[in-house]
C-alpha cells in the first residue's frame, strides 16, 4: 500500500494525479450541494461553421480559426468543461500511473517523457467518450436558444413572407445569429426592417412578426 501511495504521488505522476484529485474534489463538492454543476465551468464559445480563410484577417485569424476548429473536435466547449475534463482525466491518470511503474520513473522530468504522449492520446480518448453526450448537450443548447430568441427583435436581410423563406438576424449575448423566417399569413418583411421573432417552427426557422406592428 505504501509503495502504491508513493507512486500515486511521486513526482513522475505529479500532474496526473493532481488533475485527479482536483476533480475528485469538485465533485464531491457538487453532489454535497455546495455548488451548482456549472461551477468552474467556463463558457468557450465555438462555431461548428467556422471558416478558415488566411487571405481575409491575416495569420493571426487562421490561428483563431485553427484554435476553434480543434476545440471543435475535440468536443470542448460542446460539452461542459468540467464533464469533459473528467472523461479526460481519469484515463489520462491510468495511463501515466501504468507506464511510469513499467518504465520505473519516479520524478517529475522523466514523468513528462509518459505524460505528453499521454496527454495526446486521452484527448482523443475524451473525444470517443464524450461523442454520445454531444448531442444531447446541443439539444439542450437548441432549446435553451430557441427559448432565449422568443421576444427579440432582429433586422431582417432577406425578405420573407408566409410561403417565402427569409432571413432576420438577431444580436445574441453579442453574437450575431442568423436564423431563418417566415411571417403570418398575409404579412410581407422587407429587407433591413425591423422584426419580432414570435413562434418558433424548428431551431432555425421562427414566425417573426413586424416590430413595429405589435409596439
Known amino acids: 500500500?505504501?509503495?502504491?501511495?508513493?507512486?500515486?504521488?511521486?513526482?513522475?505522476?505529479a500532474i496526473s494525479s493532481g488533475l485527479l484529485l482536483f476533480?475528485?474534489?469538485y465533485w464531491i463538492i457538487v453532489i454535497l450541494g455546495l455548488v451548482g454543476t456549472d461551477f468552474l465551468d467556463i463558457d468557450i464559445e465555438v462555431d461548428t461553421d467556422v471558416d478558415m480563410d488566411a487571405d481575409v484577417e491575416g495569420s493571426s485569424?487562421?490561428?483563431i480559426s485553427w484554435l476553434n476548429k480543434a476545440l471543435v473536435f475535440f468536443n470542448l466547449g460542446r460539452v461542459p468543461l468540467m464533464i469533459w475534463l473528467s472523461f479526460l482525466t481519469i484515463p489520462l491518470w491510468i495511463l501515466t500511473m501504468v507506464l511510469n511503474h513499467s518504465l520505473g520513473f519516479?520524478?517529475?522530468l522523466p514523468g513528462l517523457l509518459t505524460f505528453v504522449p499521454s496527454l495526446i492520446a486521452c484527448l482523443f480518448l475524451a473525444k470517443f467518450f464524450t461523442w454520445p453526450l454531444v448531442k444531447v448537450f446541443d439539444k439542450?443548447?437548441?432549446?435553451t436558444k430557441e427559448k432565449d430568441v422568443l421576444g427579440r427583435?432582429?433586422?431582417?436581410?432577406l425578405s420573407a413572407t408566409h410561403s417565402s423563406k427569409g432571413q432576420?438576424?438577431?444580436?445574441?449575448n453579442g453574437t450575431f445569429l442568423s436564423f431563418y423566417i417566415l411571417t403570418e399569413e398575409g404579412v410581407e418583411v422587407s429587407?433591413?426592417?425591423?422584426?419580432?421573432?414570435?413562434?418558433?417552427?424548428?431551431?432555425?426557422?421562427f414566425i417573426v412578426e413586424p416590430h413595429l406592428q405589435i409596439t
Open 61 to 63: 485569424e487562421v490561428g
Open 168 to 172: 432576420a438576424e438577431i444580436n445574441y
Open 23 to 25: 476533480i475528485f474534489l
Open 153 to 157: 427583435t432582429g433586422k431582417v436581410i
Open 191 to 205: 429587407k433591413g426592417s425591423e422584426v419580432m421573432f414570435i413562434k418558433p417552427l424548428d431551431g432555425s426557422t
Open 106 to 108: 519516479t520524478s517529475f
Open 1 to 13: 500500500m505504501g509503495d502504491y501511495l508513493n507512486l500515486v504521488f511521486s513526482g513522475a505522476n
Open 140 to 143: 439542450l443548447n437548441e432549446e
